[in-house]
């Protein structure tokens, strides 16, 4: 099987996103809140609840 490489415009997308302008921010203390409120504690009400 041979290697041709990556289509041209796939390769174009590919260098856009490993640009440093093109790879987002870091998440703020608003987006933790939510992540942990939506990943830890509603998972654990909801076992709770579901014990009782």
Not at 22 to 29: H, I, S
Not at 43 to 51: C, D, E, M, S, T
């Given at each position: 099987m041979q290697s041709k490489g990556l289509h041209p415009e796939l390769e174009r997308r590919v260098k856009l996103l490993e640009r440093s302008e093109?790879?987002?921010?870091?998440?703020?203390?608003s987006a933790w809140a939510v992540l942990i409120i939506l990943g830890i504690v509603l998972?654990?009400?909801?076992?709770?609840?579901?014990?009782a």
């Open positions: 093109n790879q987002g921010q870091d998440y703020d203390a998972p654990i009400i909801a076992l709770w609840l579901g014990r």
